[in-house]
Structures are given as C-alpha cells and as structure tokens.
C-alpha cells in the first residue's frame, strides 16, 4: 500500500478501506509517514467526510495504535468526557458523588489549553496531589475509593496524538469524523465501558450551532454503541460559565462548596444529571429518578465529599483542603468588577472570559507554561440577572493590581447588557442514546 493512492482516494471523495485506514493510522503512530502526507490527508477528510463505516475503523484503528487498557476495578469503568467548557468542574463534582453511589470511575484528562480549563491542572492546584499514576496505581484506586481522576499516558491512542497536533496547526478540528475518532479512540483504549459524553454547544463549542452538535453527539453514540459500549452524550449549553468560578483553585474551591453543600446552581444540576446517566449506563442504577435521588442523597449525607476526600489522600495530596478551603492557593490580590451601568446581563462571551482567565495566568498560551493556580474569578451575575450600576459583577483573584486592571477591562468587554429583562441561558438541550434524541428542557 502507498499513501499516495490513499491521498488520491480521499481526494476524490471514495470511502478508504480498513486496510487504508489501518496503513495511515500506523503511519501516524509510529511516524513512518511524513507531516505533511498526513496533513494533507486530514484535511481532504475535513472536506470530503467520512461515512459510519470509515469512522468506526477510524476509531478502532486509532485505538489500537498503541496499549489497550482492560481495567480491574471490580465493576463497569465508567468515564464521562467534556468537549471543554469555561468554569466546568463537574468531573470534581461528580466523580466522588458517582463512587459514593457504588460506581467505578476511571477518568483521564487532559490539560486545559486555549480558553477551556483543564481537569488535571484543576487538581494540581492542591497541595501534593500526584496526576501521573501507574496503571496499577489508578486501578487500584477505583477499586478501593471508587475514582480517580488521573492523566492519559502516552502509551494510549498514540495516532491520536500525531493527528491532533496537526489537526491544531491546519485548521482540520471541526469535522466530526475526525472528533469521534480521536475522543472515542482515547476511551477505548483507556478500558471504558461505559462512556457519558458532555458535548457543549454555544460560543466556542467544537460545533458552531445546535444542530452540527447534536449531530456531532449523534455520531459518537454511533460509533460507541457499534463498539459494544453503554453510551449516551448530552448536549449542554456554553453560552457563561458553567460554575460562578473560573480559575484552577477556584474552581476546586466550588466543587468542595458543592460537595459540602454550600453552593447550589448550573454547576451542581449539570453534574447531577451527568452523574445519573453515568450510574445509569454502568448498570449501578436502573432508573434516572433512582440515580438523581442516590446521588442527591451521597450529597446530603456527605458521602460525596468524603469519596473526594479519600480520592485526594490516595494521590498524595492534602485531603484538609475539603474541610478547610482556605488550604489552597491564594491570589494576593482580590478586586471588584462593578457595572457601569444599569441593566439586565443578556450575553456573556465564555471564550473571552476564559481567555481573560487564561492571561491572568490560569491557563497556557503555550503547551510548556507553567500556570499560577490561585488566580481566575468569581462571577457574582450570570445571564438574565438584573444590574444597577456599581453592582460587582465579578471579583477577581489576581496575581498583581496591574493584571486586576487589565483583566477588569477584559471581563467588562465580554459582558453585554440590555433595558429589556433577558432569559436566562439554556443548560441542557438533549440526551442523545442509541435509541434517539430526547429533549431536554431546562
Ligand atoms: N478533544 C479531543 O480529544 N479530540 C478532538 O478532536 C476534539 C476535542
Ligand atoms: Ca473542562
């Protein structure tokens, strides 16, 4: 076989058989083929497509491009996948609530990069924690805790790794296709048997409107249900911040205000209902009302903040922090944003407030920065909130007055006000099962 050919096929639109597949995706692994043959077939498959039958060998391939993992965790491993958010930290909200209820979650993450924030940062912005486990290490964990939230090695999907950094520089991300490959590639490697995938739409979701992402949620429940995987993807919103706090150990900060039942809102309603499908899915729960009112009551009781806290302990980090916030990192600086004029907040941009978070020193601009953990922001409004002006709209938590000045402006900018009272925004929009699409309506 020659990439050539490959090239050639795709070019003109054809299906590639298993076999062409199989050639590129080694190719990618073990980089026997060049960038740029590479490049180029990645973007003939961004304009041509791919039909059900090529992303399925696409994924396998890609899956099988280096280890599969086949979990001990004494019950179904269970992992939920955002397709990023700003301010999204519901894996630290449900992960623990979903082990208290007897689940088995075995999470690999990712860095944040861009405007989204990353789970594994989140989690290293407390004091000691380790992310880079063993094998034996995190199954072990599952097994005994009943999570751990761990990062992916890089024995895992290595096709993945090539495509992706390639797919970041040749504007080749937004095909749908291409996505479901290389996220469901990753899961199935990983050992998942049961997938919940949280697919975001809005303002800088993968997927510019509803529809493409439902499609997009459509295809890779597709494709994993074809795997012999329990899958279902929801479609949530992205039009603000998910949580009221933006930044790495603000963001732990809300889950544990969550998980110890001081804080309410989108944040802990979209972590519930992902939690349920999860239980659900795995087979811990039988119905979605069983799910919600075991995982409501792992809140109440506590069980949820303890599993967090003995998932803490056993990757070394200081697990105090869920009884006394006050032991993570803190920005020196704190600032108040306030409107300067009056008001109802209609729409906020969630790219340039994680951006804004991003160049307070949250986030990277390159893959090698280091972060600052402590700084990032609380919003005090969300979308549909009345304003009179000098009401704070969000406090910032930065490193220096100078980065709180710069910052004020950007998170002003990245806020719009109407006269007119403005809905709230939309949170959920759809389940998505192999059996079809549900709307969901809150
Ligand atoms: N996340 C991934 O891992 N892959 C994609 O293609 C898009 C988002
Ligand atoms: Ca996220």
Same mark, same amino acid.
């Given at each position: 076989m020659d990439i050539l050919s490959v090239l050639e096929n795709k070019k003109r639109g054809k299906a590639l058989s298993a076999e062409e597949i199989g050639f590129f995706v080694r190719g990618a692994a073990d980089h026997s083929l060049p960038d740029y043959q590479l490049a180029a077939l990645l973007m003939a498959i961004r304009l041509n497509g791919m039909d059900a039958r090529e992303t399925a060998d696409l994924t396998? *391939?890609? *899956?099988?491009?280096? /280890?599969? @993992?086949? +979990? /001990?965790v004494g019950g179904v491993p269970v992992d939920k996948h955002s397709t990023g958010g &700003? =301010? /999204?930290? %519901? %894996? @630290? $909200? @449900?992960? +623990? @609530? $979903?082990?208290?209820?007897? =689940?088995? &979650?075995l999470k690999m993450s990712g860095r944040g990069l861009g405007h989204t924030g990353g789970t594994l940062d989140k989690l290293e912005s407390i004091p000691g924690m380790r992310i880079a486990l063993s094998e034996k290490e995190f199954q072990d964990i599952v097994r005994t805790v009943g999570c751990a939230v761990v990062s992916q090695s890089a024995q895992l999907a290595p096709a993945d790794k090539t495509l992706y950094s390639l797919r970041d520089v040749t504007a080749t991300v937004d095909s749908i296709p291409l996505i479901v490959s290389s996220i469901l590639s990753k899961k199935f490697a990983a050992g998942a048997k049961a997938i919940v995938l949280d697919v975001k739409t809005g303002s800088g979701a993968l997927m510019p409107t509803l529809e493409a992402s439902i499609e997009l949620a459509q295809a890779m429940v597709a494709i994993g249900d074809h795997a012999g995987r329990r899958i279902v993807a929801v479609v949530s919103g992205m039009e603000e911040p998910l949580g009221s706090h933006v930044g790495n150990a603000l963001e732990v900060k809300e889950a544990i205000d969550i998980l110890a039942g001081r804080a309410q809102g989108p944040l802990k309603k979209v972590s519930l209902f992902l939690g349920a499908q999860m239980l659900l899915a795995s087979g811990v729960a039988d119905t979605e009302e069983e799910a919600l009112d075991r995982l409501n009551r792992a809140l109440d009781s506590g069980a949820g903040l303890q599993k967090l806290k003995e998932m803490i302990a056993a990757q070394g980090g200081d697990s105090r922090v869920c009884d006394d916030v006050n032991l993570l990192p803190k920005a020196p600086v704190l600032y108040p944003v !306030?409107? !300067?004029? =009056?008001?109802f907040l209609a729409h906020v941009n969630g790219t340039a407030l994680g951006l804004a978070a991003q160049r307070m020193g949250a986030g990277r601009v390159r893959k090698e920065d280091a972060i600052d953990p402590a700084v990032g922001f609380v919003m005090e409004k969300r979308i549909g909130d009345e304003v009179k002006p000098g009401d704070v709209l969000c406090t910032l938590h930065a490193a220096s007055a100078e980065s709180a000045k710069e910052t004020e402006e950007r998170v002003l900018g990245a806020l719009a006000f109407t006269k007119e009272p403005a809905p709230k925004a939309r949170l959920l929009y759809a389940l998505i099962t192999p059996q079809g699409v549900r709307n969901l309506h809150e």
């Open positions: 396998m *391939a890609m *899956a099988y491009s280096g /280890d599969m @993992l086949i +979990p /001990d &700003v =301010g /999204d930290t %519901t %894996t @630290l $909200v @449900l992960a +623990p @609530l $979903v082990a208290a209820c007897g =689940g088995k &979650v !306030r409107a !300067r004029e =009056g008001g």
